[in-house]
């Protein structure tokens, strides 16, 4: 019985909030993106691990910002790579100014319907400070806090081993060429 408390307990603890990681994982003890999870925008359970293998942008997004635009050349890199291996996956943040107020289901009804989005989406996520999702908490110490999101449309790039490869900041658009160049050689080989 204690054995089935400490099970619920543990389920309990690393999915508030839907901050879901592996069992025993924590942003401090994670090793790769891979002992992640986040809840999809549509309310499923969306591990990271289910993209090993796979090259990730991990984008915080906002429908009301200046950057917002930045959501077509995602949406254009994902149609460009996706079939090499390359997953993006927004994830959408109302940390910066109040810029994504809405809900899931206004969200994911925006993007599709002003960009065509078609790329995985995350439910909404605290990115900076304290309450920042586990990921984000665990890429700002890999990378160093001077690489933690500023703003929306911050990037995180993971190599297909799970290993952060790099930050491109807001102002990197995913069209760019350091960005396209970042891509590229972050793809499965």
């Given at each position: 019985m204690v054995?089935v408390?400490?099970?619920i ?10 901050w879901?990681?592996?069992a025993?994982?924590?942003?401090a003890?994670a090793e ?12 499923d ?13 991990v ?17 254009a ?11 993006v ?6 940390d910066?100014g109040?810029?994504?107020p809405?809900s ?5 009804a925006?993007c ?12 909404k ?7 920042a ?10 990378l ?12 995180y ?33």
């Amino acid at each position: 019985m204690v054995n089935v408390a400490r099970a619920i307990l543990l389920v309990a603890l690393t999915t508030v909030g839907g901050w879901a990681m592996t069992a025993g994982a924590t942003a401090a003890a994670a090793e790769t993106a891979w002992d992640f999870a986040f809840t999809s925008i549509d309310g499923d359970a969306m591990p990271l691990k289910a993209y090993e293998g796979k090259a990730l942008l991990v984008v915080n997004t906002a429908s009301r910002c200046g950057f917002t635009p930045q959501y077509e050349g995602l949406q254009a890199l994902w149609e460009r790579y996706r079939d090499r291996g390359l997953v993006v996956i927004g994830v959408p943040s109302n940390d910066f100014g109040g810029q994504e107020p809405g809900s899931a289901e206004q969200i994911k009804a925006f993007c599709e319907t002003n960009f065509a989005v078609d790329f995985p989406m995350t439910d909404k996520y605290p990115v900076t400070g304290a309450d920042a999702h586990p990921f984000y908490r665990w890429a700002a110490a890999s990378l160093g806090a001077d690489q933690a999101p500023r703003w929306n449309f911050h990037k995180y790039l993971v190599g297909p081993d799970g290993k952060l490869v790099a930050a491109l900041p807001t102002r990197v658009d995913p069209t760019s060429e350091p960005a396209i160049a970042a891509v590229e050689k972050a793809l499965p080989k």
